[in-house]
């Protein structure tokens, strides 16, 4: 059984920066795709950026230059790096597979909100 927990997300000031968490279990992580995820609030849950299992990234345009997404297999943990924060970033962040998972399986998410 596959589990995912996201962590890191808060409240943060338009420029700055968030480091989101995403430990995964019941998976051989080291083989997925990992994916990171969001949804605004009235808007649909949006792709944000992938990372393969040996290191290759590809982002969405509207984050690209500002987050940076890794990963670390021997903890079995994703991140994601978010600097230059816009309120448009604001939302619930989510990991999961790349493409997700064909359960409909989401974890709980994190909330980020980007305001003054």
């Avoid at 649909?44 to 670390?72: C, L, N, P, Q």
């Amino acid at each position: 059984q596959v589990l995912l927990v996201e962590s890191g997300g808060g409240l943060v000031q338009p420029g700055g920066s968030l480091r989101l968490s995403c430990a995964a279990s019941g998976t051989i992580f080291s083989a997925r795709i990992m994916g990171w995820y969001r949804q605004a609030p009235g808007k649909r849950r949006e792709w944000v950026a992938y990372i393969t299992g040996s290191g290759s990234t590809v982002y969405v345009d509207s984050v690209k230059g500002r987050f940076t997404i890794s990963r670390d297999n021997a903890k079995n943990t994703a991140y994601l790096q978010m600097s230059s924060l816009k309120p448009e970033d604001t939302a619930v962040y989510y990991c999961n597979f790349f493409p997700p998972m064909p359960t409909g399986y989401w974890g709980q998410g994190t909330q980020v909100t980007v305001s003054s």
